[in-house]
């Protein structure tokens, strides 16, 4: 199992980024999948999550600007960032939470992608 992240990059404050990530392999039910960040120096923190069934959380310093959404057909999770801040900064990370199929046997693990570099410039 993969998770593929993109969608980051240099943006100035107040503007908008997209960020995707795509999970391949034998992958039998993906549970939640989400999204984290780490500025440096920081440790990794929560941005967003959401279920199967669209439930999602927010950190509170996202609350109303960001919105996390996915496509269960796709696998894929996405970010919408809006209203970005310098604070923003960071290298987000997508996680899932699901289980994979070896054989006929369904085992469940929690994978995390490659980040991707997201800066905000004042």
């Known amino acids: 199992v993969q998770l593929q992240a993109s969608g980051g990059g240099l943006v100035q404050a107040g503007g908008s980024l997209r960020l995707s990530c795509a999970a391949s392999?034998?992958?039998?039910?993906?549970?939640?999948m989400g999204w984290y960040c780490q500025a440096p120096g920081k440790q990794r923190e929560l941005v967003a999550t959401?279920?199967?069934?669209?439930?999602?959380v927010y950190a509170d310093s996202v609350k109303g600007r960001f919105t996390i959404s996915r496509d269960n057909a796709k696998n894929t999770v996405y970010l919408q960032m809006n209203s970005l801040k310098p604070e923003d900064t960071a290298v987000y990370y997508c996680?899932?939470?699901?289980?994979?199929?070896?054989?006929?046997?369904?085992?469940?693990?929690?994978?995390w992608g490659r980040g991707t570099q997201v800066t905000v410039s004042s």
């Open positions: 392999g034998s992958i039998f039910r993906i549970n939640v």
């Open positions: 996680n899932a939470d699901l289980q994979w199929k070896s054989g006929s046997y369904f085992i469940p693990a929690n994978y």
């Open positions: 959401i279920t199967s069934s669209g439930a999602t």
